[in-house]
């Protein structure tokens, strides 16, 4: 069995676009962290043309991983302006860590 990690990084307030179609795919589980950068878009009021944006991070099955992307992918044309990345990365190893009941 092999793994892959979907990663994506889009603004904060297409979080709504997105959620109901990854929760309809069952998906394992889903990581969303608050994170700031730039990319088609600069923010010229900020210092450092960095925005708010957010990252998700899915570890998934491979097969299920390309379908989580093609979600993703086609919803792009209602994201905000400036849109954000999708990347597919192997996962050479995943582990379930937890506290057993004993």
């Known amino acids: 069995m092999s793994y892959s990690k979907v990663v994506a990084i889009i603004n904060i307030t297409d979080y709504g676009l997105i959620s109901e179609p990854l929760?309809?795919?069952?998906?394992?589980?889903?990581?969303?962290?608050?994170v700031r950068g730039f990319g088609d878009y600069v923010n010229n009021f900020d210092p450092y043309g960095f925005s708010d944006n957010m990252k998700i991070e899915i570890y998934t099955l491979t097969e299920q991983a390309?379908?989580?992307?093609?979600?993703?992918?086609?919803?792009?044309?209602?994201?905000?302006?400036?849109?954000?990345?999708?990347?597919?990365?192997?996962?050479?190893?995943l582990m379930n860590v937890r506290k057993l009941n004993t």
Not at 23 to 34: A, Y
Not at 66 to 93: C, F, H, K, N, Y
């Open 23 to 34: 929760m309809k795919l069952d998906i394992p589980g889903v990581t969303v962290s608050m």
């Open 66 to 93: 390309s379908e989580i992307a093609e979600v993703l992918t086609r919803l792009a044309d209602e994201m905000t302006e400036g849109g954000g990345i999708i990347a597919v990365e192997p996962v050479s190893q």
